[in-house]
C-alpha cells in the first residue's frame, strides 16, 4: 500500500463495517437500524451522513447539501451524534472535517455541505427547514416522538431522493411499530455482541447473566422489537415474572420432541424442550422448571432423534415423550435406534395447538411454571401463540414440546398420582 492508501484506509467504512452498518440496496426512504447496546448503531448513523455529504474530493459535492440531525435533546444531539466517540467529527478524515458552529447550531463540511442540529423535545423547530436527508437517533426513547418525526417528513423534500437513517435501540412505542411497517423502510439489527470487539468483556459478561433471556434483555442486548399481541396466551410480564436462580432439586425430568413433517432446511424445526418438575406434596404445590430448549432446525431424523437422546441424558431424564401424529411408530423406532433403553411415552394429538396450549398457559398465570436462561427463541413463540392460533410465521414447534412436556409432568401426573417421591439418580 501507498502512505495515502494507509492513511486513508482507517476512514474507508466499507471495510471496517459489519453488515448491519451499511445501507442496504435499493429503493427506500426509510432506514432503521435495531440494535442493542453498543451494538455500532452511533457510528453506522456518522458515517452515512459522510457518505451522503461527502464527494470523491473534499471540495466535491455530495448526494445531500442539508441535512438534520436529530437526537432526544440537543445536548444528547451534540454530544452522542456531532462529538461523541463515534459521532460524525470523530469519524471524518481531516482533510473532510465539517466545522462546528455553535451560534448556528450546525456542521459545516468543506464543499459547503450542512447539517443542522435539532431536539426532539422542540418538535416545532423542524416547522419552516426543509432537507434532502436527516439522521435520527434514539427515535424509539423520544417523548415527542410521533410530533417530532411528522415535522421531519414535511421537511424531507429537498434533492431527488430524500433519505432518513435512524439508529435505535427498540421499544414498544407507536411511532416505531409504524415505520416499521412501512413500504418504503427497510431494517437492519445486531446484537450488542456484534460489536463485542469494542466492548468490554465484563460489561458482556454482566450484562448477559443479569438480563439474558428477559424482556429487557431482548430489547436491549438483542435489538428485538418486543410486543406483546392481543390475546396472546404467555406475555413478556408473565415469563419474566417466573424466572429461577439456583434449580432445585427435581422429582421428575422429562424431554418432550415434536418431530417436523419433512427433513432438510426447509423443513420445520425439530421441537425438543426439557422440563424439570416438583411434584412432592399437594398438587397445588407442584412447580414446573423448563431448564434447556435444545430444538434443532434441518436435522434428518436420525439428527433430531440423537439430539434428543443427548439432552436425555445429559439431565438424567425419566422419559421421553414424544409426538406421534408425523410418523406414528417409526418416531419409538428412531429413539429406540439410537437408544436402545430410552423409556419413551408416545402421545398423539387430537385438538388444535391452541387448545392444548391453554391448561400449560393457565399453570403459568398461576405462577407454578419458571424459566431458566437462553430460552429466548422458546419464549418468542409462546408470545406469538393465541387462542386462535400461532401469530408467528412456520409452526410452533418449540411451543408443542413444551406443551407436551408440561402436560406429561404437571396435568397428567396429576390425574395420575403415579410419581414416586422423588428422583433416584445413580
Not at 440494535?35 to 457518505?51: I, P
Not at 442486548?221 to 410480564?237: E, F, N
Not at 432439586?249 to 418438575?277: F, H, L, N, Q, Y
Not at 427463541?377 to 413444551?402: I, Y
Request: a negative charge.
Amino acid at each position: 500500500m501507498t502512505d495515502g492508501e494507509r492513511l486513508a484506509l482507517p476512514y474507508l467504512f466499507e471495510f471496517w463495517a459489519h453488515e448491519h452498518q451499511l445501507p442496504p440496496e435499493g429503493d427506500w426512504r426509510a432506514w432503521v437500524i435495531l440494535g442493542g447496546r453498543g451494538a455500532g448503531k452511533t457510528r453506522a448513523g456518522a458515517e452515512w451522513v459522510r457518505s451522503m455529504v461527502e464527494g470523491a474530493r473534499p471540495l466535491d459535492p455530495g448526494k445531500c447539501k442539508r441535512l438534520a440531525l436529530i437526537g432526544e435533546t440537543f445536548d444528547q444531539t451534540r454530544e452522542v451524534m456531532v462529538f461523541g466517540d463515534s459521532g460524525i467529527l470523530a469519524c471524518s478524515p481531516p482533510d473532510r472535517r465539517p466545522v462546528w458552529q455553535a451560534t448556528r447550531r450546525c456542521l459545516v463540511w468543506p464543499n459547503g455541505a450542512e447539517a443542522m442540529v435539532f431536539s426532539a423535545s422542540e418538535p416545532e423547530a423542524l416547522r419552516g427547514p426543509q432537507f434532502d436527508g436527516a439522521w435520527v437517533d434514539e427515535l424509539a426513547k423520544w417523548k415527542k416522538a410521533q410530533d417530532t418525526w411528522d415535522m421531519l417528513q414535511f421537511g424531507l423534500r429537498l434533492g431527488d431522493d430524500p433519505r432518513v437513517c435512524v439508529t435505535t435501540t427498540p421499544r414498544n412505542v407507536p411511532v416505531l411499530k409504524a415505520l416499521l411497517e412501512a413500504p418504503s423502510t427497510v431494517v437492519t439489527r445486531a446484537k450488542t455482541e456484534a460489536n463485542k470487539a469494542h466492548l468490554a468483556e465484563s460489561f458482556l459478561a454482566e450484562v448477559r447473566a443479569r438480563y439474558a433471556g428477559t424482556a429487557l434483555g431482548l430489547q436491549e442486548l438483542d435489538g428485538i422489537l418486543v410486543d406483546d399481541i392481543d390475546g396472546a396466551l404467555w406475555t413478556r410480564d408473565m415469563l419474566d415474572g417466573g424466572r429461577f436462580g439456583k434449580q432445585p432439586e427435581m422429582t421428575r425430568i422429562v424431554v418432550a420432541v415434536d418431530p417436523p413433517a419433512g427433513e432438510g432446511k426447509s423443513s420445520d424445526e425439530c421441537g425438543i424442550v426439557v422440563v424439570g418438575a416438583v411434584t412432592t406434596g399437594p398438587v397445588a404445590d407442584w412447580r414446573a422448571y423448563v431448564l434447556e430448549d435444545a430444538t434443532v432446525q434441518g436435522a434428518s431424523p436420525l439428527g433430531w432423534a440423537e439430539a434428543t437422546a443427548k439432552a436425555a441424558k445429559r439431565w438424567g431424564a425419566d422419559r421421553v415423550v414424544a409426538e406421534v401424529n408425523q410418523g406414528g411408530a417409526m418416531v419409538e423406532t428412531l429413539l429406540r435406534q439410537v437408544d436402545p433403553l430410552m423409556p419413551v411415552r408416545k402421545v398423539h394429538a387430537t385438538r388444535g395447538k391452541a387448545a392444548r396450549a391453554e391448561p400449560v398457559a393457565a399453570l403459568y398465570e398461576q405462577g407454578r411454571v419458571a424459566h431458566g436462561r437462553g430460552l429466548e427463541a422458546l419464549e418468542a413463540q409462546m408470545c406469538l401463540m393465541t387462542r386462535h392460533g400461532f401469530e408467528g410465521q412456520g409452526s410452533p414447534d418449540r411451543v408443542d414440546a413444551l406443551v407436551w412436556a408440561i402436560t406429561d409432568l404437571m396435568i397428567d401426573g396429576a390425574r395420575t398420582g403415579q410419581f414416586p417421591k422423588m428422583r433416584i439418580v445413580g
